[in-house]
């Protein structure tokens, strides 16, 4: 064979041979990718198994996994999504779930099962994951770091859960994120600066966490943004100018936060913003004249801030639906609105607003009470009312009568026009609002009669019409078809009888009318209260003489016994005519001669049974008419009087039935011992008394301007009382105890000092009035007493003993002080001060007041520590009120720390500074002085 031959045998040969040993490794390959696979998705099909989650399947062999409920493969059998909404059982837990067995799922929605357990740092495995949702479960622990390598990941949701921590700043990695929601955590830390880089994002949703800091500038980057949701958590600092750079945005919310500073006027530039919430913050300054700009605004929130000025008239460019301002400080008048919108919702309560026109066209809810409206009924009402269902314009300065047109708000289901001074009678075309359900017009000056026709309103379910003049008998019966379960009468001029709407009422008030006739057997548990100051009324009541019978045969025996006695009663009449006049001669000489000093002055010859002056009280007061009536204590009412003299007092006067029991007696006659032996300028001062047997009074230096209590919680009023008057009525109450524990002997215990009990005069000076619980103590008699005072008031260690000393005293007066500075009791603040440790003085001072300049600020911190230190739990820990009362007189400034440094909680446990811990340091006045940076 040639040589050349044998050669390209041997390479055809070797030449197959690479062959079949190529092809042999393909296959081997190919068998091993093969084999690979299957053993993934084996994995894949054992972790979805051992999972528990479809139990019902969990015993076949041969079920393809990718056929489970909410599972979808991939063309080779791969898992991509997963899908058990709300599916599971709620004691489940997310680790039965092996994620890291799923290398190409996309999308994970194990939201609304309430899965308990944490977050696996494996979730970082899912590199090819676009959708996760855990929302709406019980998940613990923190958010792993290797959230960041899930850098393909468009929405991301684990809203309501119990994830803490901060937010890891390796969220910045996430650059295709357009959705991003943690809300209802308990988040802690600052946004990490680092969320600059999501520039993608359109949804950000942080609501109801404990994150904290400034809001960072960077968000300005976040240019898709169109939902920034920060509610609800701790931001402070000064909202960022930078927000404005975020135009596509359609929803701002920084409420309940800390936030201060103005509103910035760069919010003007958000052109597509259809709702802007910052209400509960710390906001001042006015509204900028740029909200004018948004005009697809529909929401605008600022309630609960310190936010100044008038509404801007370009508000009007805005198509808003909720304006919501209330709980602020703006003045001026409201401006012209759009009037082409329905349904909507403006609250503008507790501003000081003086007036304005409002169209109601389209309005549904509209709320000015406690403002300063002033004069006639405002021009709040026109034609085409049909939203109408909320009118509140209670507590203003309203005058004038009810219009009639208030019929036409056919829809109105809430009227309040309470605490005005709003006249004439009630229109009977109110009836026409058929679907009233509450009406509110007491404190006014209406007369007349209560409608008719009010009783046909199928709906009405509460009425207060106390503290009028109204006349006239009651229109509703028994069986009348609207559902009442609320009825205040009281104070007023009603008379006939008391109708039976005890079939649905649960409150009732008929007190101080005219009402006759039996009280209805319905009303047999209600208190006798309800009824007082009815003097014709009989029946099972307590206190109430039982009612005549009127059935034929008693009558005829009454008759029969009047035949009998009426003589017998005219012949003794006529005995006692005859030496009345006998005793008339006797005492006429003396009678004209006391005249003419009685006209002079009245007090001058006033005696302990008031005959002489019991005429022109009788007089003064149209014999205790309710049109005097200023308020109702705890054992009497209260009237204002004019005498001959003119001279203005108030009387306080027991009820009727109330005189008859000895406690009210033993405690009439207590506040007369009390008030004759003590003089002081901030003691409210006693001119006279009667002790007559027909009626028993005190009577008084009138205050003008009420109570504490009330003038705290009356908007307007407490406005007025600024930060320097609240220090002076402190002082005044501090000096007055001081001279009532230690200037007189015995000491003099008063036991209920409240803001009820704290009256001011027409210059706002505090005056401590109601002595009737008040005791004198010395050595001689025993200190075991019932309980006496205040709910909210009373020291805590009266719950245990009944030993009376003056630091029960002290005790309340910690409480008074610190519901002057807060402009409302503090019984919250003090149940959480344990709990809080971040509760700064800033934050519980009054809201409605502007922040207390340099100088004021340091009265204020010093009232402060004096109030905690009042509030001590062991009595003998507290300062006795002369040591109060001689710190007050250092005229020294303490040297503090700025209001917002100052956290309450160490305000209260480091007051020792002040007073030690004992009353060793009663003597030593002055000591706060000498201490800085409480």
């Known amino acids: 064979m040639a040589p050349s031959v044998s050669i390209s045998i041997l390479i055809v040969a070797l030449w197959v041979l690479y062959v079949l040993m190529h092809s042999t490794t393909i296959v081997i390959a190919a068998g091993s990718v093969a084999a690979s696979n299957s053993s993934a998705l084996e994995l894949e099909a054992k972790a979805l198994l051992e999972s528990g989650w479809w139990y019902d399947y969990s015993n076949d062999p041969s079920l393809n996994h990718c056929n489970l409920d909410g599972i979808i493969c991939n063309a080779g059998g791969s898992v991509i999504k997963i899908d058990r ?4 059982n709620y004691i489940d837990a997310i680790s039965k779930l092996n994620i890291s067995s799923f290398p190409n799922l996309v999308h994970l929605d194990l939201s609304r099962n309430w899965l308990k357990g944490s977050i696996s740092v494996e979730i970082g495995t899912l590199s090819k994951l676009t959708h996760l949702d855990l929302s709406l479960n019980s998940l613990t622990g923190k958010l792993p770091p290797s959230f960041g390598n899930l850098t393909r990941l468009v929405k991301f949701d684990i809203s309501s859960n119990s994830i803490n921590g901060s937010i890891p700043k390796d969220l910045g990695n996430l650059t295709n994120l357009t959705h991003f929601s943690a809300q209802g955590n308990p988040l802690i830390g600052e946004l990490p600066l ?34 920034l949701r920060l509610r609800d958590n701790k931001f402070t600092g000064a909202i960022p100018s930078a927000l404005g750079l975020l135009t596509n945005l359609s929803i701002l919310d920084l409420s309940f936060n800390k936030i201060n500073g103005s509103i910035v006027p760069e919010i003007g530039l958000l052109k597509n913003l259809l709702k802007l919430d910052l209400q509960k913050n710390n906001l001042t300054g006015p509204i900028p004249l740029s909200i004018g700009h948004l005009t697809s605004l529909q929401a605008l929130y600022l309630s ?30 409201i401006p012209f609105l759009n009037s082409s919108l329905s349904f909507r919702r403006i609250d503008l309560s507790y501003n000081s607003i003086s007036g304005g026109e409002i169209p109601l066209t389209g309005i549904g809810f509209l709320d000015v009470s406690y403002n300063n409206f002033n ?34 708000l056919t829809y109105l289901e809430t009227l309040s026009l309470s605490w005005n001074q709003i006249s004439g009678a009630i229109p009977k075309e109110i009836a026409d609002c058929k679907s009233l359900s509450e009406l509110e017009l007491s404190h006014n000056h209406l007369t007349g009669s209560i409608p008719s026709q009010i009783s046909d309103l199928q709906f009405l379910n509460a009425i207060d019409q106390s503290y009028n003049t109204i006349s006239g008998e009651i229109p509703f019966k028994q069986g009348d078809s609207q559902p009442l379960e609320f009825l205040d009468l009281s104070c007023n001029n009603l008379t006939g009888n008391i109708p039976d709407l005890s079939a649905s009422i649960k409150e009732v008030n008929f007190s101080h009318n005219s009402f006759h006739g039996q009280i209805p057997d319905g009303y047999l548990n209600y208190a006798p209260s309800t009824f007082i100051g009815n003097k014709d009324l009989c029946g099972d009541v307590k206190g109430f003489p039982p009612c005549l019978p009127s059935s034929p045969s008693k009558s005829r025996s009454i008759v029969h016994q009047i035949k009998f006695f009426v003589p017998l009663i005219a012949f003794t009449m006529f005995l006692l005519l005859g030496y009345f006049f006998h005793s008339q001669c006797r005492v006429r000489k003396m009678s004209s001669e006391s005249r003419e000093t009685k006209n002079g002055d009245l007090f001058s010859i006033w005696n302990y049974d008031g005959k002489i002056a019991f005429e022109d009280i009788i007089e003064a007061t149209e014999d205790f008419d309710i049109r005097y009536c200023i308020g109702t204590g705890g054992y009497g009412s209260v009237y204002k009087a004019q005498l001959p003299t003119g001279k203005v007092v108030a009387l306080k006067k027991l009820h009727r039935l109330e005189a008859e029991d000895p406690n009210f007696d033993k405690s009439f006659r207590n506040e007369v011992k009390i008030l004759t ?35 705290l ?7 007025e009382l600024d930060w320097m008057k609240r220090v002076n009525i402190i002082k005044s109450t501090t000096h007055a105890l001081s001279y009532m524990h230690h200037e007189g002997v015995p000491i003099i215990v008063h036991r209920d000092i409240s803001s009820n009990n704290i009256l001011l005069n027409s210059e706002l000076e505090a005056f401590v009035s109601d002595f009737g619980t008040a005791r004198l103590l010395d050595s001689d008699t025993s200190n075991q007493t019932l309980i006496a005072g205040t709910y909210g008031y009373i020291a805590p260690e009266l719950a245990y003993t009944m030993k009376v000393t003056e630091k029960s005293d002290v005790y309340s007066f910690g409480v008074v002080a610190l519901e002057i500075l807060m402009g409302r009791h503090p019984g919250e603040l003090l149940t959480s001060l344990s709990s809080s440790q971040s509760v700064m003085l800033n934050e519980i001072l009054d809201k409605r007041l ?16 004096i109030s905690f230190a009042c509030l001590r739990a062991k009595p003998k820990s507290r300062p006795t009120m002369k040591s109060v009362s001689q710190e007050f007189l250092c005229h020294k400034k303490p040297i503090m720390n700025p209001l917002h440094a100052v956290s309450v909680w160490q305000l209260r446990n480091q007051e020792s500074y002040m007073f030690g811990e004992s009353e060793t340091h009663s003597e030593s006045p002055c000591f706060l002085v000498e201490k800085d940076n409480v």
Request: proline share 4%; with cysteine; hydrophobic share 40%.
């Open 85 to 88: 909404r709300g599916m599971l």
């Open 304 to 333: 609960g801030n310190q936010i100044s000025g008038s509404i801007p008239v370009h508000i009007s460019n805005c198509s808003l639906l909720y304006i919501i301002f209330s709980h602020n400080y703006l003045t001026g008048s």
């Open 375 to 408: 004069g006639s009924f405002p021009n709040l009402i026109v034609d085409n009312m049909e939203h109408l269902y909320y009118f509140n314009l209670s507590n203003n300065k309203i005058v004038g009568h009810v219009p009639s047109i208030i019929g036409q």
């Open 713 to 719: 919680r009356n908007n307007a009023e407490a406005v």
């Open 850 to 865: 502007p922040p207390p300049n340099r100088l004021v600020a340091q009265d204020v911190f010093l009232v402060a520590a």
């Open 677 to 711: 032996e003590i003089r002081h300028r901030n003691i409210v001062k006693l001119h006279g008394y009667c002790l007559h047997k027909r009626c028993m009074f005190l009577v008084y230096e009138y205050m003008e301007r009420g109570s504490l209590f009330c003038v």
């Open 194 to 227: 680092s969320l600059a880089n999501l520039t993608r994002l359109q949804v950000f949703d942080i609501s109801s966490n404990l994150v904290s800091g400034s809001i960072p500038n960077g968000l300005g980057n976040l240019k898709n943004l169109l939902e």
